[in-house]
């Protein structure tokens, strides 16, 4: 193994190799500052099977391409503080030059490459999962953007905005085809790309970032290559994984803006509910057949969950595989996507209180005004009550949450799943009760519209009901 | 009875096998009209999942329907 990672403080043993006359051994120690401010001490987390694979590919690639006689890579992971010592990096060569070379290109390549996260805590008590690797700016640029920075919306003040702005793509398909072009020609700083699946031929007809020889290929690496050859300057970090909810909190802390180019809905619930929780705006689109649908979501604003708060079996909305797809539909979706983004990152005005619905047919766009939660609820129906407003021994309590979801209602209730509730016929006044409010409001609109009468909805969800 | 138009979307397009089309009928809410649809057209979806819009602006199930309206049927879209 050349390359691996260590929880505990990194003890090396020098390398030796009887054909090398230069050994350079380099020691990243933590420091107490960065960017201006005052660092007490961090923390590493990796993905270890990435790392430790795209880590060994890394000082194999090093190897090979300063003919070195051999080189080794520990990274720690874990709490560290200062003057603790994070990665140590040796290499050995027939001549010095090469392995000093060597030392220095690992470093930079390792931060991009290998899928390690630092999480910086400050002197104020802060702490901030940091995204290795700083927004660059070059006399290249100045020319590659000097028609954009005509603009009096973009001039040089939004161009450094873009240059110091970090966006996540979550999906890198069909809509990336149309998104990572125009965001990377934009002058982005950094971009992530987030997906676990590799290249088939059945993508090519939409997915144009990839050629025919990359089929079998990981669609993040290829993808890359791609945003690179566009702009070699650009910070691009790949994470070839599934965003679910065990990783989705770290990959989204990092970026300013997130983009969402999956193909589930359950992924781009979970993409929406993060981005609220941790305050990232997020550009979500989709697509069917001839037609997209594209919103950008604020924090605090009206969300995905608002329209959609049940996710629906994925085989009742149809995907591409299913349905069917022209290849431009999610091309020029995702052109639309980058749009947002951009404005966004000049402080234009974007989608953020509309769903946009695209007819490729027609031409058609349609615009739909959306409403959040609390804009919906806001006293408007005599059955959306609010905990503190009612006696609650008067209901009987249903609880129509998933069975796995938490945390359990401490007084007396039942529960009975969501989907279930529209064939039971409800005897008492019934107050129903989810995670939010979202689905008890919508499931009491539709009773109420079937002509049940004595049912109601708990705003704010179950929350509300355990703080009293 | 009172004459509607309906605009259907993404996989409701795909169900219906059109696009608009008009209808008559005596339904006194969104939700009981949209309920209809769904079962005379085998849409496939529960209502909960189809939000109806009018005239640009989301609406309730529980409102009224109203005679001229043009209802946008909007499913959750997957694809990407």
Redesign the interface.
Known sequence: MKFSLSDAPIAAEHITHNAAGGFVVFEGKVRNHAEGRSVVGLEYEAFPEMALSQGEALVQEAIERFGLSEARVIHRVGQLTIGDTAVVVQTASPHRREAFEACEWIMDQLKWRVPIWKRETYSSGVAEWVVPGEAVSSPVDDEMFARQMRLPEVGPEGQAALAGARVLLVGVGGLAAGSLPSLVGSGIGTLGLVDADLVELSNLHRQTLFAASDVGRLKVERAAVFARRLRPELTVQTFPVRLAGGNAEQLVSGYDWIVDGTDSLNTKLLLDRVCQQLGRPLVTASVHQFEGQLMTIRPGGPCLADLFPEPPPEHCVGTCAQSGVLGVVPSLMGVLQANEVIKGILGLPVLDDKLLLFDFRTLEATTIRRKSSGELSSGSSTWDVDATSINLESFELVDIREPHETPELTRPHRKVPMAECYEVEWQRPTLFVCASGRRSYRLVADLRARGVRGVFSLQGGVECLERD | MKTVTIRY???L??RRGL?VEQKTTSCE????FV?TLIAEHRL??????I?V?IE???V???DPLQEGSEL?L???????
Do not use: N, T
């Open positions: 979307f993404a996989v397009r795909e696009a809410s969104v939700g009981d309920e496939g979806l529960p209502p909960a999942l939000r819009a640009g602006e989301f309730d199930p529980a946008v909007i499913p959750p879209v997957a694809g990407g």
